[in-house]
């Protein structure tokens, strides 16, 4: 029996790009939920992944063009000269809700033309937490945006154990309800299959699907850090002497992106700002946390571990990995609601590693400010960053946030919202 359907911050976004624009390609990453949400939508469907349609439609493709709209074209990628029958279809007559497209990794022959101007991307991501309903939200981010300086308030429920099952539970909506070696099955054959079908159907072959998972593997450990891809690459062939060259794991990265699984999280770099010594490093996060905790064998008890509450509550005194998934599990929530709002997220660091801000959510010229901290007590020293960046560019910063795994959001004494995790929104 298929579950029933949890809105998603995605769900109201197409909506509203369908209802006036004539076509819209819904990307991200496999089973992130993009054919459920689409088919709520859609009044005629194409599965280009069932070879009977499939068959169908390369001996007739005009046939993508019949039905009633809106037109769901999954898989679009399958049959990439469908692209070109969407845009040219879109030029005859540009008229909203005519198509929807679908779409888990960029084909190896690439469309003719770009469909600019034509056809809109959405992207579609994992769950948020908000999203997996743990908790009513309380702070949302599109208020912060709004500068504004919203009240702060709220209680959650969720303590460091809560959130170390969710990093390793993720956010694939259809595998929610699974656990223990169910989960870990799911997450390998998701793992394995991007080296045996994705990759192919994006043009490239790997040869050697244990290095590919080696390299994946210590990209995961990187989670959270500007790392360069030659330290990534020494640490998945630590200990060998046939290394894979720089052009494999170049490639091994381009794909990956192409297939939405590395999310990298670019530096910020104002326009017309003295700050201009900044690090241009991405950060490195993987679509999921739970995609990076499966490669790495870590579990909700192994994140947590037997010295979590060392110090009386405020989180663990090492926080290591789980601090940087949680920070990893946050920034991809941020992702998801910033892109309702029309805002992007990057990251700060100076070029002398003195100063960083873990996000930076540009909208309308302006910046919200954003770190992540693990645990509940959030002292000057957490909030020194922020204050310095307040300083520097004064009106430019919309609001200052510290986001963490702690149960009480407010404002503290210098005005900057302490936010729990699991109380933040959309």
């Known amino acids: 029996m298929r579950a029933e359907h949890q809105p998603r911050v995605a769900d109201q976004e197409l909506h509203d790009l369908v209802s006036e624009l004539p076509a819209v390609s819904i990307e991200g990453p496999r089973a992130v939920g993009k054919t459920w949400t ?44 469908s692209w070109d029958i969407v845009r040219r279809s879109v030029d005859r007559e540009f008229s909203p809700g005519k198509f929807i497209l679908t779409g888990s990794a960029r084909p190896e022959t690439r469309p003719a033309h770009s469909g600019a101007g034509r056809i809109v991307t959405l992207r579609m991501w994992t769950t948020a937490l908000a999203e997996r309903r743990l908790e ?63 990759f192919p159907l994006s043009g490239h072959r790997v040869r050697n699907p244990a290095a590919l998972r080696r390299w994946l593997t210590a990209y995961a450990a ?16 630590s200990g060998e002497g046939d290394k894979p060259s720089k052009t494999t794991t170049l490639a091994y990265r381009d794909t990956l992106e192409a297939m939405w699984i590395l999310e990298p999280q670019l530096a910020w770099l104002p326009v017309g700002s003295h700050l201009s010594r900044l690090k241009r490093s991405p950060k490195h996060h993987l679509a999921d946390t739970a995609l ?41 929530d941020l992702r998801v609601y910033a892109q309702s709002a029309d805002a992007r997220v990057s990251h700060m660091r100076t070029w002398n590693d003195e100063r960083e801000v873990d996000a930076i959510i540009k909208h309308r010229g302006r910046v919200l400010a954003v770190e992540v901290r693990l645990g509940s007590e959030v002292t000057g020293h957490d909030t020194r960053h922020l204050r310095w960046l307040r300083d520097r560019i004064g ?13 009480e959001a407010y404002r503290d004494d210098e005005g900057i919202a302490i936010v729990p995790a699991g109380l933040l929104g959309p």
């Open 38 to 81: 689409a088919s709520r939508v859609a009044s005629t469907v194409y599965a280009l992944d069932d070879p009977d349609v499939l068959a169908e439609v390369r001996a007739d493709s005009r046939l993508l063009t019949r039905g009633e709209p809106p037109i769901l074209i999954d898989e679009w990628q399958r049959f990439p000269e």
């Open 136 to 198: 009513a939200s309380t702070v949302s981010l599109k208020s912060l945006l709004a500068g504004d300086r919203i009240d702060i308030e709220g209680q959650s429920g969720l303590d460091l154990e809560d959130y170390a099952s969710e990093i390793a539970s993720g956010g694939f909506p259809g595998w929610r309800n699974t656990t223990g070696r169910a989960r870990d099955l799911l997450l390998d054959g998701y793992l394995h299959r991007l080296a045996e079908h994705d």
């Open 222 to 237: 990187a989670s959270s850090s500007t790392a360069s891809y030659e330290t990534i690459r020494d640490a998945a062939t």
């Open 292 to 332: 990076a905790a499966r490669l790495l064998n870590a579990t909700a008890d192994t994140l947590v571990g037997t010295d979590a509450y060392l110090q009386a509550g405020s989180g663990p005194a090492d926080t290591g990995l789980l601090g940087a998934l949680f920070e990893s599990m946050v920034i991809h």
């Open 395 to 407: 009106p430019g910063l919309l609001d200052a946030v510290v986001i963490t795994s702690g149960q």
